[in-house]
């Protein structure tokens, strides 16, 4: 059974820093782009940063470049979401999600394979 499992969420004050953690099980997913989104209330669910499972290429969204790094660690099959300098318009439940396509990561979120469950990350003014 395919798990992605995040953690990491809660709250912090503007200009302060959360890192997020999303474990991967149940498959193989060498070859697989892993990817955080964010939905906030009223909003669409939206791409944040990529990687892929070597972890030679990564994708930002603009909103979050210079703030935001993805990483992975291949032992633990973990990938990571380091964010920094949050604030408020930050807040929202963030997701991980993996797909063996960039296109369908790029392009999502509709058709990717795997979702977690998400978790909240509130930022305080």
């Known amino acids: 059974q395919v798990q992605l499992v995040e953690s990491g969420g809660g709250l912090v004050q503007a200009g302060g820093s959360l890192r997020l953690s999303c474990a991967a099980s149940?498959?193989?997913?060498?070859?697989?782009?892993m990817g955080w989104f964010r939905q906030a209330p009223g909003k669409e669910r939206s791409l944040l940063a990529a990687i892929n499972w070597s972890g030679g290429i990564t994708h930002y969204a603009d909103s979050v470049k210079g703030r935001f790094t993805i990483s992975k660690d291949n032992a633990d099959n973990t990938v990571y979401l380091q964010m920094n300098s949050l604030k408020p318009e930050d807040t929202a439940v963030y997701y991980c999600?993996?797909?063996?396509?960039?296109?369908?990561?790029?392009?999502?979120?509709?058709?990717?394979?795997?979702w977690g469950q998400g978790t909240q990350v509130t930022v305080s003014s």
């Open positions: 149940g498959r193989t997913f060498s070859g697989y782009i």
């Open positions: 999600a993996a797909d063996p396509l960039w296109a369908k990561i790029l392009r999502g979120p509709t058709g990717i394979n795997y």
